[in-house]
């Protein structure tokens, strides 16, 4: 691992598509690391501490609640229980936090960056603490942390999980390692493990939509039952694919379950399952032929 510690105000210039880009302040450089896999900085921003990889942001301080809601609390809805959840990525932590704080006894995470994972919990405001990472690290409680290629992980676990999560940095046309994460092939890999697997599935603005259009291709190739979750405060949207019993009304039956829940949500309620559950519309009825 290569880097620097505390620096200077800098920008990171966010390609969000071709000839559109957003530009991050970043007041105060807390550190700037070159890990085996990944350019990692995390620094201070106006909208909180920050954490980028590559260039593209993954979490702030200000909006990590609404994205790793987003992505879990429909999952728990849906899943028939929540006892033994996979997590693979995310390496902030919060998400492994949230299944536990909903009644998990046992969350694997799996993350293959272990310097990340580890300048996470030192850095961040939200997520592992240094000391909860240890005992995760050490499998002392209901998390236990696993350095490993995800796809190795799955592809050899012979246990059943509740609940998969797949939260990885959105699949770009730049080859890297975790784009096959995103493959069919991991998508049935984890649906023989899993009751519901949910992952980030891509950004539904017209303009940002590539990878949202594949994983929905996938999902619906690979699931009898997809539900649709975008965020109605944050520009992600999420895929939730069922592996066990189909609903005929899943935005009902989690609309049911959201009350008995033992984790309380702070940006999702009822209203929320009705209107963030419907998909674009040309996802919905592929009337564009970009999505055929």
């Known amino acids: ?3 620097t510690g505390p620096g200077a105000a800098r920008a990171i210039v966010e390609e969000l598509a071709p000839g559109l880009s957003r530009h991050w302040q970043v007041d105060e450089v807390i550190c700037d690391v070159r890990t085996e896999f990944q350019e990692l900085v995390i620094g201070r921003t106006a909208q909180g501490v920050a954490l980028f990889s590559g260039g593209e942001r993954q979490s702030t301080e200000f909006s990590q609640l609404v994205y790793h809601e987003a992505l879990l ?3 728990m809805l849906l899943a028939d229980k929540i006892e033994r959840v996979l997590v693979i990525g995310s390496g902030e932590g919060v998400v492994s936090q949230l299944a536990v704080a909903a009644g998990a006894t046992h969350v694997d995470h799996v993350d293959i960056d272990r310097d990340a994972v580890r300048l996470c919990a030192e850095h961040l405001p939200y997520g592992y603490t240094v ?3 240890h005992r ?3 499998g002392l409680g209901p998390i236990t942390v696993h350095y490993r290629d995800g796809w190795e992980f799955v592809e050899r676990s012979t246990q059943a999980y509740d609940i998969v999560v797949v939260d990885l940095p959105d699949e770009g046309g730049v080859p890297a390692q975790h784009n096959r994460l995103y493959d069919a092939d991991f998508l049935r890999m984890c649906r023989a493990i899993g009751g519901v697997v949910v992952s980030q599935a891509g950004c539904p603005t017209l303009w940002r939509n590539d990878s949202l259009r594949r994983s929905w291709r996938r999902f619906h190739e690979t699931f009898c039952a997809v ?3 975008g965020s109605d405060e944050h520009e992600w949207a999420f895929l ?4 066990g019993p189909v609903y005929q009304d899943p935005v009902a039956l989690m609309a049911k379950r959201l009350p008995g829940l033992a984790y309380r949500p702070r940006t999702i309620d ?3 399952l009705v209107g963030c559950t419907v998909a674009p519309k040309a996802l919905r009825t592929f009337s564009n032929p970009k999505f055929r």
């Open 1 to 3: 691992m290569n880097g």
């Open 73 to 75: 609390v429909p999952a």
């Open 131 to 133: 000391s909860e990472l």
């Open 136 to 138: 995760a690290e050490s």
């Open 227 to 229: 539900v649709y979750f």
């Open 240 to 243: 939730c694919g069922m592996s």
């Open 270 to 272: 009822a209203g929320s």
